[in-house]
């Protein structure tokens, strides 16, 4: 991945609004902003694209912004819907955070152990994952949560298996719980694309035996419009994109088979799906044909995720980049040449002032190409340790939640970097 250069604005000097001043990462710039463009003091307003002026920490060193350009997508046709987002765009539907814990014990070849689920509920001795989701509902106004678990979890190791009752009943906790704040709940098999190193429709599991395991979950859900079906967690160096893109259909048949006529499907891609390489990597085209029993496409909606550290791996406290050119501009302009839509359903980074400035340049982006983007999910919350990179785990002390720098300085709906345009 390159990482686009960019420069440094240098607004802050003037003092050109008697309107008060932005604070530190609020923003200061940008098309359609109407708000202060100066600064706090100790901190600078830096123009990094057209969308999205930010104030950093630090000094303005004058020098002159570098233009955002994107190169034209053509859709199928040769030709594109117009390629800005409509005025009525700006605000994203779902915003939420990761809630971590039924998936661990998955590594990225798809192995899971049933006994390394550690349930983020405190009537498992785990996190108190239903406080956490109350908090980022109430004080954040999240509204949408992605709960990861693992296939093996779900039919407690038995490949091909009927769901296993005890072990769905516990998740199915966590679901309520969700579903209890009024938000969104999504449902994340968390395998990689695979069942023990093995890819699912290409040499593992049988394109039947996971359409089957998507069949028992939609049954117990497809009454609830609040649940979202994802279908599987970051598919990676899966050989056949077309081959994938049927074991993709296989489930989203069972889902709308089992009764779940209209509720949100999320598609995933190969790359770990990664948003920059969506087009590229030919998933763009392969999960395009994926349809509706009905031949529709109504609320089939792509699944990508993207970090901001070196190399999207998520595994890095500091961020080098805010994707825009590289992933989100792309990738609008592909989804609206073809009417489609994608969720932003993992991304992240350190609690450090490079994260929060390039998130929320990410986040402003995104909810200005809203009629694309769906929204955005924050990872992670859950049982992570408090010491974990990418923690965005609240603490409570007697009956106040505080959030993580991140969480408060972009994620959040009321305070973020959607808050502030
Ligand atoms: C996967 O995505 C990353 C960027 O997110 C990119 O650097 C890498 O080249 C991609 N790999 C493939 C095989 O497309
Ligand atoms: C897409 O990425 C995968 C690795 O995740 C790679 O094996 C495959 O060759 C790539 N396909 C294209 C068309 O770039
Ligand atoms: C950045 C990050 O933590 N990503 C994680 C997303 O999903 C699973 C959690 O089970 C992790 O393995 C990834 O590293």
């Known amino acids: 991945m390159t990482r ?14 008697a309107h008060g001043q932005s604070p530190l990462y609020g923003q200061c710039g940008g098309v359609g902003w109407a708000g202060a463009t100066t600064c706090v003091s100790g901190s600078f307003c830096s123009e990094l694209n057209d969308y999205y002026s930010q104030c950093i920490p630090g000094a303005a060193t004058g020098t002159t912004p570098t233009p955002t350009t994107t190169s034209v997508i053509l859709g199928p046709s040769g030709t594109c819907a117009p390629n800005s987002p409509p005025a009525s765009a700006g605000t994203l539907k779902l915003t939420g955070i990761n809630i971590s814990g039924f998936d661990f014990g998955c590594s990225t070849d798809g192995g899971c152990t049933a006994s390394g689920a550690y349930p983020p509920l405190t009537k498992y001795y785990g996190a108190d994952g239903l406080g956490q989701m109350q908090h980022f509902v109430n004080d954040d106004g999240f509204n949408a949560f992605r709960l ?42 968390h395998n990689y694309a695979r069942w023990n190193g093995k890819i699912i429709g290409q040499g593992g599991p049988t394109n039947e035996q996971f359409a089957a395991l998507w069949s028992s ?81 109504t609320n089939l909606v792509f699944d990508v995720h993207k970090y901001l550290d070196s190399d999207n791996s998520g595994t890095h406290s500091e961020c080098v980049t805010n994707n825009i050119d590289e992933a989100w501009a792309p990738l609008a302009q592909w989804l609206r040449c073809n009417g489609r839509q994608a969720f932003n359903t993992e991304t992240g980074g350190g609690n450090v002032a490079s994260c929060a400035q390039f998130l929320c340049e990410q986040i402003a982006f995104q909810a200005k190409n809203s009629d694309v983007f769906v929204g955005y999910i924050g990872w992670a919350a859950g049982n992570f340790d408090p010491s974990y990179v990418l923690g965005e785990v609240p603490t409570k002390i007697s009956a106040t939640w505080s959030d993580t720098l991140l969480v408060k300085s972009c994620l959040a709906p009321v305070s973020g970097s959607q808050k502030s345009m």
């Not at 250069?5 to 609004?17: D, E, F, I």
């Not at 693992?150 to 296993?164: P, R, S, V």
């Not at 990664?274 to 990597?281: K, L, Y």
């Open 4 to 17: 686009s250069l960019y420069a440094l604005g240098l607004l802050s000097l003037g003092g050109l609004l």
């Open 148 to 189: 990861p678990v693992g296939w093996q979890f779900l039919t407690n190791d038995i490949l091909g298996g009927t769901i296993d009752e005890t072990n769905f009943a516990k998740y199915d906790d966590l679901v309520q719980a969700c579903l209890s704040t009024g938000a969104s709940c999504i449902i994340d098999i």
């Open 217 to 297: 979950i939609a049954a117990k859900y497809q009454s609830n419009s609040k649940i979202i079906f994802g279908i599987m967690n970051e598919p990676h160096d899966v050989p056949d994109i077309v081959a994938w893109a049927a074991s993709v259909q296989a489930a989203v048949t069972a889902i709308r088979n089992a009764g779940a006529t209209s509720q949100m499907i999320l598609l995933p891609g190969n790359n770990w799906t990664s948003a920059a390489t969506f087009v590229s990597n030919g998933s763009a085209d392969a999960l395009n044909k994926v349809t509706n029993p009905d031949g529709s496409k």
